[in-house]
């Protein structure tokens, strides 16, 4: 029993210690004077668990309110009352019955503990009398609800009119809010958090005549400087048919500029919402503008600008509301400097100045701005010129090279009757190209009723299509995309220099020509860019390629990388110079994708007499690289891919010299076997085409004879993937059977070697590969047995080639036999079941 009770009291005497301890760490007395009027409130954070008591006296409570002329001593029960507890100190000040204690507001009462504190003064006034709320410096600076200032000290102004409070605004410190003046009563609050070393609320109260409005809020803006505010309420409503002002402050070498970045407008029954400017100098004071106006710029020196409500509609009254910027700047040197712009004898164009960016990019509040101007005081940060009128421009802006320029120029058809044979020059008029300002981009709207199509040409420079292989470098490029009101076909980029004459699409075109450098302003002087409509076409897209004899040219399939969309089909139409062969080579093997519906094929076709056409099924191998001798087709068709799979095409061309060629190929005479080699590895059918065929529909037969007579077994070898359908054999050993039965009147190819191309499309295009004539070996008839092979380099390429000379035959007649030779055993094979 002792021992419980020594345990008792030393207890006891430990539990006395501690809140003795507490209390001398924490123990606040707090007694605001009668005369003061100050009630001071300590309540628990809202939402917070009372895991922390207010002790007074020994008696625990959770808040404590202290009223004017009260004593009251009081503890923590725990030792970071700060993270539970909130002050409230509210100091009511009567100046309707009594004298107003005006001058500078203090922190009063002093000794409180440190806690987040707001303190209020809510000041009564006669609506007949003005108020006016002076900061010190640095002033305040207004902020959107929500926003947090970076100290965390805010001050909050509201009007009392009556009993409806106008939340005038939220400020933080440092800023250029200098002055408010109200009418009526304040409530005006300051919060601090706990950790504020602030001493001093930072304004006084002044007593001023009526200022007969809501408010006035004063800007003293001293140097580069850009403040934002907004109309009482914002984003709520500015209350009914009230006015208010801003003044501004501006040493008279400064320029202001405003800017109404978000406004709304009420619904108005009487009068009208505008603002009201009072601009030095200006011979029209008051200038009145609408909000959605673009607002005065440059101007001199200081200003003020009111803002007026109307009568709202009782059922529908709408939001008035304001957040504008005013942005001081030094006078720029050029701000006398006028540019014309002429665009009186342009059609259907708009050109727009804007800052780099525009319209995703907007550009911080804080950053210095560029603004263009129609005449020296309509400024904005984006101007809009539109054809038919004459401009004079001027800038304020320190760096020209912020600013871009964006035009956009409509073309349209209604009737081919009208528009046919029309030539439309698609380049950028002088008149852009001489101001300062870089060329962002240039759009042309080319509009086509249906069945009216679009040609693109550039016969001077041609274009070049950029493709990872062979990028455009040129100061400039064309994007090319085809709409129809369901689907966007991006044709592609292009650049000037390169071997695409003409383009011809279906469905309304957009083309932009975008600028990567300054030396556009140079390559501008020779833009060769022309349009045209013209009747109907088959395809979604034909390109007509002359290409550089000495380039290697790559093309691909519009919409790359994501595919042609389904059944949509492509052709281009190459031209080879007479003196020339053209080989022709796919950048992958296959074409990648499983319909779903449908078939897609690759056709090729020279286009000559009597021309094999290989036709090349989804399912099956890409053609080898292989020479053309004529000018030839190229075409694609898609089916419905299987999700996921898509139709993305890539072909290259380059060219020989057909002399060259010919010696290379005569020198390549090898060993037998070739035509074997092929057969295994090439896998469309090629076939002449029946006059009434449809030109998009591949041949597919997968029973076909795979073997060439005097050759069987051959076949059947080495076929590398057997999913592969490789079926189409015959039709190439007819290319080549055709040869040999030229020369000596049996199916006997002389064969070499063959290994497929199967490096990587690089750059630099590989060496001229040998070749095999079907016209062009005439010219060696002299030579009764061709040399022997020396170059043994060229042995990895697929190439047949006939044993002795051909003919003395001139190309024409040539070609003739080809036709008919091909003729014949194609329709040999249709026999055999060839054609589904
Ligand atoms: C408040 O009360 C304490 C004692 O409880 C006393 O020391 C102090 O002087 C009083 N303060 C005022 C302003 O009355
Ligand atoms: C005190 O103010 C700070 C800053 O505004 C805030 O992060 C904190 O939560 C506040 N504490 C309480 C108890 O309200
Ligand atoms: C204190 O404020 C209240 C509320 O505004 C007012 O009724 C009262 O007269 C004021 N007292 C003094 C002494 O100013
Ligand atoms: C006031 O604002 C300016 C610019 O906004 C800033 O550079 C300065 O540090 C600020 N001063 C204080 C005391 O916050
Ligand atoms: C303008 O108002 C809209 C809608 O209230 C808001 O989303 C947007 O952030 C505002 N812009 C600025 C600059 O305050
Ligand atoms: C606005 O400025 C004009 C001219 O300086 C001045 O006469 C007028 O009183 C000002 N208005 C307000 C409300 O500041
Ligand atoms: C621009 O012209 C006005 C009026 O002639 C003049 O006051 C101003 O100084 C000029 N500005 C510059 C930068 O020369
Ligand atoms: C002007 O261009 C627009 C597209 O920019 C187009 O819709 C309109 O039809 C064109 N008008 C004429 C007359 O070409
Ligand atoms: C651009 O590329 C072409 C070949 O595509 C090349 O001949 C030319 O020198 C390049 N020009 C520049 C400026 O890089
Ligand atoms: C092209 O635009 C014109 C005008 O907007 C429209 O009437 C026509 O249907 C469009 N053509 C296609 C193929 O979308
Ligand atoms: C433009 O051409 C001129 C002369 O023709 C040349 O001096 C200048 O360097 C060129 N500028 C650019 C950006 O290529
Ligand atoms: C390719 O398409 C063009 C244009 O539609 C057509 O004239 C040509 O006959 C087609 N060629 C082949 C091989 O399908």
């Given at each position: 029993m002792a021992a419980g009770r020594a345990l008792a009291a030393l207890l006891v005497a430990l539990l006395a210690a501690s809140a003795q301890l507490l209390q001398r760490e924490a123990s606040f007395t707090i007694s605001p004077r009668t005369a003061d009027n100050i009630t001071v409130m300590i309540k628990l954070?809202?939402?917070?668990?009372?895991?922390c008591q207010i002790r007074v006296k020994n008696v625990i409570r959770s808040e404590l309110k202290i009223k004017p002329g009260e004593n009251v001593t009081f503890t923590f029960?725990?030792?970071?009352p700060e993270k539970h507890f909130v002050m409230e100190i509210q100091k009511n000040i009567d100046c309707v019955s009594g004298p107003c204690p005006f001058g500078d507001v203090h922190?009063?009462?002093?000794?409180?503990?440190r806690l987040n504190r707001t303190f209020i003064w809510d000041v009564k006034a006669s609506t007949k009398a003005g108020l006016e709320l002076k900061f010190s410096a640095p002033w305040l600076r207004q902020i959107e609800p929500g926003e947090m200032c970076p100290d965390f000290v805010s001050y909050n102004i509201n009007s009392c009119i009556d009993m409806a409070t106008v939340n005038i605004g939220t400020f933080c410190r440092n800023?250029?809010?200098s002055r408010v003046k109200l009418l009526g009563g304040v409530v005006m609050s300051l919060h601090l958090p706990?950790?504020?070393?602030?001493?001093?609320?930072g304004f006084n109260i002044a007593n001023r005549a009526?200022?007969?409005?809501l408010c006035i809020i004063e800007s003293i803006l001293k140097g580069e400087s850009s403040i934002t505010l907004m109309s009482p309420n914002y984003p709520l409503g500015f209350p009914e048919d009230e006015l208010m002002t801003w003044q501004f402050v501006v040493p008279s070498n400064m320029r202001a500029s405003v800017f109404f970045h978000n406004y709304s407008l009420s619904n108005c029954e009487r009068k009208e919402e505008r603002v009201e400017y009072y601009i030095?100098?200006?011979?029209?004071?008051?200038e009145v503008f609408k909000l959605s106006d673009s607002q005065p710029a440059n101007i001199a020196g200081s200003f003020n600008l009111s803002l007026q409500g109307c009568d709202q509609d009782a059922q529908n009254p709408g939001i008035l509301r304001l957040l504008f910027q005013v942005v001081v700047q030094h006078?720029?040197?050029?701000?006398n400097v006028t540019h014309l712009v002429d665009l009186?004898?342009?059609?259907n164009m708009t050109v727009t100045i804007h800052f780099e960016g525009w319209p995703r990019h907007i550009p911080l509040m804080s950053e210095p701005i560029c603004l263009i101007c129609?005449?020296?005081?309509?400024?904005?940060?984006v101007l809009t010129l539109v054809s038919g009128a004459v401009y004079e421009i001027s800038f304020l802006c320190k760096?020209?090279?912020?600013l871009r320029i964006t035009a956009e120029k409509g073309i349209s058809c209604v009737d081919l009757r009208w528009c046919q044979r029309k030539i439309y020059s698609l380049s950028v008029p002088k008149a852009i190209t001489q101001l300062p300002i870089r060329l962002h981009k240039f759009i042309w709207k080319l509009l086509a009723p249906d069945l009216v199509n679009i040609e693109i040409t550039s016969p001077s420079l041609k274009l070049q299509q950029h493709v990872p292989e062979q990028r455009c470098n040129t100061s400039y490029s064309y994007s090319i995309a085809s709409a129809t009101p369901e689907t966007e076909l991006n044709v592609g980029i292009f650049c000037p220099?390169?071997?695409?004459?003409k383009i011809q699409m279906r469905n309304n075109i957009t083309i932009s020509l975008k600028t990567f450098s300054k030396g556009f302003l140079n390559e501008s002087n020779h833009q060769d860019l022309k349009m045209s409509f013209v009747p109907h076409i088959k395809d979604e897209c034909t390109f007509t390629v002359s290409p550089d004899p000495k380039a290697k040219v790559y093309l691909q399939t519009p919409n790359w990388p994501y595919g042609?969309?389904?059944y949509v089909s492509i052709s281009w139409y190459i031209l080879v110079p007479s003196k020339q062969v053209a080989r022709l080579g796919f950048s992958?093997?296959?074409?990648g994708i499983a319909c779903e519906t449908g078939r897609a094929y690759v056709n090729i076709k020279e286009e000559t007499l009597g021309a094999e056409e290989t036709v090349c099924r989804e399912d099956e191998l890409l053609p080898e690289p292989r020479n053309m001798y004529h000018n030839f087709w190229v075409n694609v068709s898609n089916c419905k891919?299987?999700?996921k799979t898509q139709l993305t095409l890539q072909f290259w061309v380059t060219f020989a010299d057909k002399q060259i060629d010919l010696g290379v190929i005569l020198a390549v005479v090898a060993g037998a076997g070739v035509l074997a080699a092929i057969g295994l590895t090439v896998c469309c059918v090629k076939k002449k085409r029946?006059?009434?065929?449809?030109?998009?529909v591949g041949v597919y037969n997968?029973?076909?004879?795979?073997?060439v007579p005097g050759k069987?077994?051959?076949?059947?070898?080495?076929?590398?993937?057997?999913?592969?359908?490789?079926?189409?054999v015959i039709d190439d050993a007819m290319v080549y059977g055709h040869l040999l039965k030229e020369s000596n009147?049996?199916?006997?190819p002389e064969v070499d070697v063959y290994r497929p191309f199967d490096g990587p499309i690089g750059s630099v295009p590989p060496s001229p590969p040998p070749l095999y004539f079907r016209k062009d070996v005439k010219r060696s008839s002299n030579a009764e047995e061709p040399p022997p092979?020396?170059?043994?380099?060229?042995?990895?390429y697929t190439f047949a080639h006939q044993k002795s000379g051909q003919s003395e035959d001139n190309g024409d007649t040539n070609e003739k036999n080809n036709g008919d030779m091909s003729v014949s055993l194609l329709e040999n094979k249709e026999q055999d079941g060839l054609v589904e």
């Amino acid at each position: 029993m002792a021992a419980g009770r020594a345990l008792a009291a030393l207890l006891v005497a430990l539990l006395a210690a501690s809140a003795q301890l507490l209390q001398r760490e924490a123990s606040f007395t707090i007694s605001p004077r009668t005369a003061d009027n100050i009630t001071v409130m300590i309540k628990l954070r809202p939402g917070v668990s009372p895991s922390c008591q207010i002790r007074v006296k020994n008696v625990i409570r959770s808040e404590l309110k202290i009223k004017p002329g009260e004593n009251v001593t009081f503890t923590f029960t725990c030792s970071t009352p700060e993270k539970h507890f909130v002050m409230e100190i509210q100091k009511n000040i009567d100046c309707v019955s009594g004298p107003c204690p005006f001058g500078d507001v203090h922190l009063y009462p002093l000794g409180l503990p440190r806690l987040n504190r707001t303190f209020i003064w809510d000041v009564k006034a006669s609506t007949k009398a003005g108020l006016e709320l002076k900061f010190s410096a640095p002033w305040l600076r207004q902020i959107e609800p929500g926003e947090m200032c970076p100290d965390f000290v805010s001050y909050n102004i509201n009007s009392c009119i009556d009993m409806a409070t106008v939340n005038i605004g939220t400020f933080c410190r440092n800023g250029s809010v200098s002055r408010v003046k109200l009418l009526g009563g304040v409530v005006m609050s300051l919060h601090l958090p706990w950790d504020s070393p602030l001493t001093t609320s930072g304004f006084n109260i002044a007593n001023r005549a009526s200022i007969k409005r809501l408010c006035i809020i004063e800007s003293i803006l001293k140097g580069e400087s850009s403040i934002t505010l907004m109309s009482p309420n914002y984003p709520l409503g500015f209350p009914e048919d009230e006015l208010m002002t801003w003044q501004f402050v501006v040493p008279s070498n400064m320029r202001a500029s405003v800017f109404f970045h978000n406004y709304s407008l009420s619904n108005c029954e009487r009068k009208e919402e505008r603002v009201e400017y009072y601009i030095p100098g200006s011979l029209s004071n008051p200038e009145v503008f609408k909000l959605s106006d673009s607002q005065p710029a440059n101007i001199a020196g200081s200003f003020n600008l009111s803002l007026q409500g109307c009568d709202q509609d009782a059922q529908n009254p709408g939001i008035l509301r304001l957040l504008f910027q005013v942005v001081v700047q030094h006078p720029q040197i050029d701000e006398n400097v006028t540019h014309l712009v002429d665009l009186s004898k342009e059609w259907n164009m708009t050109v727009t100045i804007h800052f780099e960016g525009w319209p995703r990019h907007i550009p911080l509040m804080s950053e210095p701005i560029c603004l263009i101007c129609k005449d020296p005081r309509t400024c904005d940060r984006v101007l809009t010129l539109v054809s038919g009128a004459v401009y004079e421009i001027s800038f304020l802006c320190k760096d020209l090279s912020h600013l871009r320029i964006t035009a956009e120029k409509g073309i349209s058809c209604v009737d081919l009757r009208w528009c046919q044979r029309k030539i439309y020059s698609l380049s950028v008029p002088k008149a852009i190209t001489q101001l300062p300002i870089r060329l962002h981009k240039f759009i042309w709207k080319l509009l086509a009723p249906d069945l009216v199509n679009i040609e693109i040409t550039s016969p001077s420079l041609k274009l070049q299509q950029h493709v990872p292989e062979q990028r455009c470098n040129t100061s400039y490029s064309y994007s090319i995309a085809s709409a129809t009101p369901e689907t966007e076909l991006n044709v592609g980029i292009f650049c000037p220099g390169g071997s695409i004459e003409k383009i011809q699409m279906r469905n309304n075109i957009t083309i932009s020509l975008k600028t990567f450098s300054k030396g556009f302003l140079n390559e501008s002087n020779h833009q060769d860019l022309k349009m045209s409509f013209v009747p109907h076409i088959k395809d979604e897209c034909t390109f007509t390629v002359s290409p550089d004899p000495k380039a290697k040219v790559y093309l691909q399939t519009p919409n790359w990388p994501y595919g042609l969309p389904p059944y949509v089909s492509i052709s281009w139409y190459i031209l080879v110079p007479s003196k020339q062969v053209a080989r022709l080579g796919f950048s992958k093997d296959r074409m990648g994708i499983a319909c779903e519906t449908g078939r897609a094929y690759v056709n090729i076709k020279e286009e000559t007499l009597g021309a094999e056409e290989t036709v090349c099924r989804e399912d099956e191998l890409l053609p080898e690289p292989r020479n053309m001798y004529h000018n030839f087709w190229v075409n694609v068709s898609n089916c419905k891919p299987v999700d996921k799979t898509q139709l993305t095409l890539q072909f290259w061309v380059t060219f020989a010299d057909k002399q060259i060629d010919l010696g290379v190929i005569l020198a390549v005479v090898a060993g037998a076997g070739v035509l074997a080699a092929i057969g295994l590895t090439v896998c469309c059918v090629k076939k002449k085409r029946k006059k009434n065929q449809n030109p998009m529909v591949g041949v597919y037969n997968p029973n076909v004879n795979t073997q060439v007579p005097g050759k069987q077994g051959l076949f059947t070898k080495g076929r590398k993937n057997n999913e592969s359908h490789v079926y189409a054999v015959i039709d190439d050993a007819m290319v080549y059977g055709h040869l040999l039965k030229e020369s000596n009147g049996s199916v006997a190819p002389e064969v070499d070697v063959y290994r497929p191309f199967d490096g990587p499309i690089g750059s630099v295009p590989p060496s001229p590969p040998p070749l095999y004539f079907r016209k062009d070996v005439k010219r060696s008839s002299n030579a009764e047995e061709p040399p022997p092979l020396t170059d043994t380099d060229h042995d990895t390429y697929t190439f047949a080639h006939q044993k002795s000379g051909q003919s003395e035959d001139n190309g024409d007649t040539n070609e003739k036999n080809n036709g008919d030779m091909s003729v014949s055993l194609l329709e040999n094979k249709e026999q055999d079941g060839l054609v589904e």
